[in-house]
């Protein structure tokens, strides 16, 4: 499978918001993704399959020096293919150049492939945060620290 990695456009806002109800248990208002965008510009990336978006991962920053991821998704038939490896190297890269020194985000507890996921990236759980998404469900932290070059 070929893929490419490009920055998020307004345009492609519906295409996220599918992929997002498809793949993500939160949901979140339409705005939300172009806010971010427009904080981070260059944070928001996709992972593009021939011309369909097969996952995105997207943040911002918290403080001086750390970034934050707040969403990655890949969508089903596109997983197990280096897509989502792709994502938080590019989004890591981005961290790098404005200086942060560590990568955070929430993962709920139960999600076991993502937990298993970030921890072959390097991330590890730094806290339990309980009933931290709208159903009730708990959160754990994750972190990994940068290592600027």
Avoid at 129 to 149: C, F, H, I, R, W
Wanted: hydrophobic fraction near 40%; charged fraction near 20%.
């Amino acid at each position: 499978m070929f893929v490419q990695f490009r920055l998020f456009g307004p345009s492609e806002l519906n295409s996220i918001i599918e992929l997002t109800r498809n793949n993500l248990t939160e949901r979140y208002n339409d705005f939300v993704f172009l806010d971010i965008q427009r904080t981070w510009p260059s944070a928001f990336i996709l992972g593009m399959s021939d011309q369909t978006i097969a996952g995105f991962i997207c943040g911002g920053l918290s403080g001086e020096k750390e970034a934050r991821i707040l969403m990655l998704a890949v969508d089903t038939p596109f997983r197990k293919n280096g897509i989502g490896t792709g994502l938080m190297s590019l989004f890591e890269q981005e961290a790098l150049k404005v200086k942060a020194d560590k990568v955070r985000l929430e993962v709920r507890t139960d999600n076991v492939e993502a937990i298993n996921f970030y921890k072959n990236h390097g991330y590890s759980v730094s806290n339990l945060l309980p009933s931290y998404y709208n159903d009730g469900s708990d959160a754990y932290t994750m972190e990994k620290l940068l290592v600027q070059t």
